[in-house]
């Protein structure tokens, strides 16, 4: 079977339309933080056991636990959460099985002023450059782009932008 492209050419010609690199840059700060960070919402999630006290979920601001299970029996009472995402037994362990553990939490920040701002400069930038400079010659002047189709490679984030995500960026250990 042929996977089908997740992008199309709009008239022969890559995407022009503002929202559709809103949405690229959207993507990149998400996965770059690995959670979603705004808005506020309820969501399920099904997680495999760690087989030890504590369990890190995918949030870095968890407002409550609303529902959770281990291997489906109801441990909610018996479980704190952390803001920054732990969740940990006040007796017993976690299981170890995959999928094991079910639960629904309210997380993320109602609003991210900061985190808007990095996903809009890096959409602005995508959208009006013509690629990643990949060769650069001093006379008689001359610059190359790494593009694809005539794309930018990536949406890069810049260590500034880097630096204002940290605070939302998921630590998984040390």
Not at 2 to 29: C, K
Not at 50 to 60: D, E, F
């Amino acid at each position: 079977m042929t996977m089908p492209p997740i992008v199309e050419l709009t008239d022969g010609s890559l995407p022009r339309d503002p929202q559709f690199w809103l949405d690229a840059a959207t993507a990149q700060v998400r996965r770059y933080c690995e959670w979603h960070i705004t808005p506020e919402v309820q969501e399920d999630l099904i997680l495999d056991g760690s087989g030890t006290r504590s369990l890190l979920i995918p949030s870095g601001h968890v407002k409550d636990l609303v529902s959770c299970t281990d291997q489906g029996v109801d441990v909610l009472a018996d479980v704190d959460f952390s803001a920054k995402g732990v969740l940990t037994r006040r007796s017993g362990y976690w299981s170890k099985r995959n999928g094991s553990i079910r639960l629904t939490v309210l997380h993320g920040f109602e609003s991210a002023p900061d985190v808007a701002g990095v996903i809009a400069e890096v959409a602005a930038r995508a959208s009006t450059s013509p690629g990643n400079v990949v060769r650069q010659n001093a006379g008689p002047m001359g610059v190359s782009y790494g593009t694809v189709g005539g794309a930018p490679i990536s949406l890069p984030l810049l260590q500034s932008e880097k630096d204002i995500l940290a605070p939302y960026k998921l630590e998984w250990g040390p």
